[in-house]
């Protein structure tokens, strides 16, 4: 696996279709053992944050998403976020 990918929190512009876009938080989640690497997704600046579910990755750098809030376009740009994301110092 490329270890580019995000290992930090990170916020993400999401740009929507069929409404207005947001900003959401991407965190990488450490415990899941469905994966190679999880990550679990949520409203970004929420006092109490929506779960939007969560995009996994294997071993090969394929994902899926598992949840019911983002369109596949969604979850493209969400993945592409992931697979792209450069941490700037």
């Known amino acids: 696996m490329n270890n580019a990918y995000l290992v930090n929190d990170a916020r993400a512009w999401l740009k929507r279709k069929n409404g207005p876009d947001e900003v959401i938080r991407i965190v990488?989640?450490?415990e899941s053992k469905?994966?190679?690497l999880c990550?679990?997704?949520y409203?970004?600046?929420d006092e109490e944050p929506d779960y939007m579910?969560?995009?996994l990755f294997d071993v090969q750098g394929f994902w899926?998403?598992?949840g019911e809030t983002l369109t596949i376009n969604e979850q493209e740009q969400v993945a592409k976020f992931i697979i792209n994301y450069e941490d700037v110092l």
Do not use: P
């Open 34 to 36: 469905d994966a190679e």
């Open 64 to 66: 899926i998403y598992d």
């Open 28 to 30: 990488w989640d450490l």
């Open 43 to 45: 409203t970004a600046y």
């Open 39 to 41: 990550y679990n997704l």
């Open 53 to 55: 579910g969560r995009i």
